[in-house]
């Protein structure tokens, strides 16, 4: 199941929950011409506080990535169409820890940790998937160079866990699934025409879904979102970054999640908050998965 941390505005709080057999992956393998839904499932190795938000977890990532996409039967990168993955964080005894081994680690500020262990994560999915090259990227890339990116990760961080679970989403010949999932990327937090180009890659129309003829084979939608780091949406300020009443993430769900649900007309989407190295600066993937 995916999960995310936040319901705000109009996000209907639910579940998604994905199940799948041997045969979809080995038995049928070859049986079907046409493409279906497959879910590949990896686990990277377990970081050292030292290694989260920096390259080391950049390489680690893309290892398990490439495992997951041979897990999910999928041979062509082009048919990955979202990359959820579950990464870690930095707390203050993880710090302590490295500190006194002689480390030092990404950030000291426990909660700018999530931002770099979902970057790193995200260049992972980058470098696995040949959307950027490895060479390019080194640790004082993470977090501050925003021309690198992957145009189908989606990560999160978390306290529970010290490696990463990655779950990969993609369409392959041998699945007997009677569904399909294609994605686009959002520019920026009110690109509508990019919802419209996610739900064409699975064979819904724009004309069909305004009139929501179509929305009966919609599954479900995932996007990421974050608030434009530039300060800017389309050259008009935004206030989302020094609002302090409301977390950034928040905001930028909702308002993402807005544009979402009046395209789709259903408010029961997946929204996740933090978008680092996911999709241009201030904008993010949306993956549709849809009956066929």
């Known amino acids: 199941f995916v999960m995310s941390g936040g319901t705000e505005g109009v996000i209907s709080p639910h579940a998604t929950v994905f199940t799948r057999t041997k045969e979809m992956n080995e038995k049928n393998v070859g049986a079907r011409d046409n493409k279906r839904l497959a879910i590949g499932v990896s686990h990277s190795k377990e970081f050292k506080p030292e290694e989260i938000g920096r390259t080391s977890q950049v390489d680690e990532v893309a290892r398990a990535v490439k495992e997951a996409m041979e897990d999910a039967g999928i041979d062509s990168i082009e048919d990955v169409h979202f990359v959820q993955i579950k990464c870690p964080l930095l707390t203050s005894e993880r710090i302590e820890e490295a500190r006194m081994r002689g480390k030092d680690v990404a950030t000291h500020d426990t909660y700018e940790s999530m931002g770099y262990s979902r970057g790193a994560s995200a260049l992972g999915v980058a470098v696995a998937l040949g959307e950027v090259k490895r060479e390019e990227i080194t640790d004082e890339d993470i977090c501050k160079n925003w021309s690198l990116y992957s145009s189908v990760a989606s990560t ?51 004309e069909h879904v305004k009139e929501n003829a179509d929305n009966g084979r919609i599954v479900n939608v995932f996007a990421k979102a974050e608030a434009d780091p530039s300060g800017k949406i389309r050259g008009a300020r935004h206030t989302m970054l020094n609002d302090s009443d409301v977390n950034n993430t928040r905001m930028a769900r909702a308002v993402v999640a807005g544009v979402i649900a009046s395209v789709v007309g259903d408010p029961m989407v997946y929204v996740s908050g933090g978008a680092e190295h996911q999709g241009p600066a201030g904008g993010g993937p949306i993956a549709v998965i849809a009956r066929v």
């Open 156 to 206: 999160s961080a978390g306290v529970e866990l010290m490696n990463c679970e990655i779950i990969i989403m993609g369409n392959a010949a041998g699945s007997q699934s009677d569904l399909m999932i294609g994605h686009s990327v959002m520019q920026d937090a009110i690109d509508a025409d990019a919802v419209y180009d996610a739900l064409k890659s699975v064979g819904l129309s724009s």
